[in-house]
């Protein structure tokens, strides 16, 4: 396996290229050009084949003799040499620390190389679609949100968690959690269950369920961030685990299910090793008022975002499945959502004693 | 020390209590009432020898037969009840779950007992301060932020945890850190360094702040949740570590750091058991741009929110310390905020090999 050093050698080496083209073009007399891939809704589709939403082909032109386009081009260069500043110096640190490296004033004027964070992020993602060096390549984070449990050794950074004995605490998931720096060491988990919400998350784990059903609890605090889902993507491919998704039952849940399964439009180029096209969704799904008797008074009334956030999901090309628009078509029918924390009406540990170990008895998911 | 088993059964003790008032009211014939302790900023008072923000005496009367209290007379009892539920099950469960299991349609009517959980919080605060037990002796838990890591073994229900072997990710800090689940092992720790933000405290993780300098790494995630306040006022009483916070240069990260000395006003109830008196802010001061020649371009125009919230801090009589006056009036002279990241500009590990340890070797913070 590649250690951190040989894959930030890897990395230089591509940013190193990135340059070396630009001074060729200098040379050459040439007008200094980058080409970066274009990543917008126009240039993403889904790939039937692989299940997954891939970027396309499309590249737009970064031109350095160009009024419009120079400080882009400016800007790129200097988030890739912060980059460069990261790698050789073995560290990694947050997008938001990037922005104040980068950012300065140009001589004597008043210009900033940039002015808000806001236009350092999407250079960022520039770069690393140009390159083709993920963003934990780059060494950047994000903020990262999402806790760990289960019956599983890992090692983190050289410290082997006994993630079986980690109280009601439980582990902090990191932003990067590649090859180089988690390890997955002993473990006797079956399956992995991500759940959309943290106090969920909490409960799940007081009831210690993981224990009881074998299986790898992690929650992403909402949509899940990159660190979440990468790592439970590579706990599905390397370790073969399926994956169950638990989410509420709104426009919101459902979305954050098909961006496990299938990946997002924002990280279409990452969707690869981001996606994981054999999740299954678990619940909150639209038949389980009905068939747990969920009381309607604990729903919550759909409101227009709701309703509108279900119309442009219904437009999506990944989204045709029968069994999706079933799901999505129930929520606009009945008015009605549910939160996962609904099931709590049925009693505090309905959801580990009954619903969960039902659901998945009865081979009761979507796919 | 009580155990979990012990300190439940006192609780339930209190809520049965309550309910036996009641009872006794109605024998006598009289118009069942309880008597809520008020929870307002008129309430609220700073104790100048102990340092804190307190509740004052007043108290407001809920009484059954009122129209315009009956309900709320109801919802009292309703979350009550649940909590018995809970501490005899000996489980715990969120706030939003507690929502759950207490609403329900009345009778044939079309009233629920709750329609949002913005109801049931304030009665869940009301309990509390009624019968005098905590959120977390009532078997709730709010949502937790929050990450620590540093030279000590934690023992979290049952299972110890070295927490000088979590790698990049770090403990996730519970809701309920009471001593009954959380217990305090082996440790070489002489401080605690609570951070503002999650990304600081990754890139201090990261360049092993916490073993040079033997402390305890803990953030908040912004204003720290009770968990965090509550952990951290344990280690200093329990251990006698020195406290040390570590926030934004604007409005909001004073305020965090005069909650964690002091108490807030939402939860001044709980000041007692949350609030660090000695706490000492070490930074961003608004004298550190000078001195650290931190570039002006790194640091943030203030807006008129920020103008607005420094002019409330500046009315409250828990603000009017001389340095803290020249903190906040620094801000509104310069028109200027800087975050923490801004030390970025320096280097990447500026903030760790430089700007903290001359800090705190220079005794360079305010009390």
Known sequence: MATRKDRAK?????????????????????????????????????????????????KQERLFF???QAKKFMQTFLVAGACKELLEAGKTTSIRDLYYMTKHTLGDTKQN??????ESDPIIEDLEVTVDALREELHLFANRKGLMVGPMTIVDSGDAIDLRRQGSGGWGVPSIVEPEVIAFGKTEAEYVLLVEKEAV??????????????????????????????????MHTELKLPVYVLVD????GFYIY??????????AYESMRMAVPSARFLGISSSDPGRYKIPENVSIKMDD????????MLDYPWFQKKEWRRELEGM??????????????????????????????DKDWLE
Chains 1, 2 share one sequence.
């Open 113 to 118: 190389t940039f002015d808000e964070q806001v």
């Open 249 to 252: 039952n709104d426009p919101w």
């Open 66 to 68: 160009n009024v419009a």
């Open 332 to 361: 606009v029918r009945t008015g009605r959502k549910y939160e996962i924390e609904a099931l709590s009406r049925l009693g505090i540990s309905y959801i580990t004693e009954e619903y969960l170990p039902k659901k998945i008895r």
């Open 10 to 58: 890897e990395t230089l080496r591509k940013i190193e290229g990135l340059a070396a083209g630009v001074v060729t073009q200098i040379q050459k007399g040439k007008n200094p050009r980058v080409e970066v891939p274009l990543r917008t809704l126009a240039n993403v589709r889904f790939n039937a084949k692989r299940k997954i939403i891939e970027l396309g082909g499309d």
């Open 201 to 234: 998350w909490s409960r799940l784990n007081e009831d210690k369920y993981w224990r009881t059903h074998k299986c790898m609890l992690i929650h992403g605090g909402g949509q899940p961030p990159r660190g979440v889902r990468r790592l439970v993507q590579r």
């Open 305 to 312: 975002t709701d309703h509108r956030r279900v119309k442009q």
């Open 258 to 267: 098909s961006v496990v399964k299938q990946g997002s439009i924002n990280l």
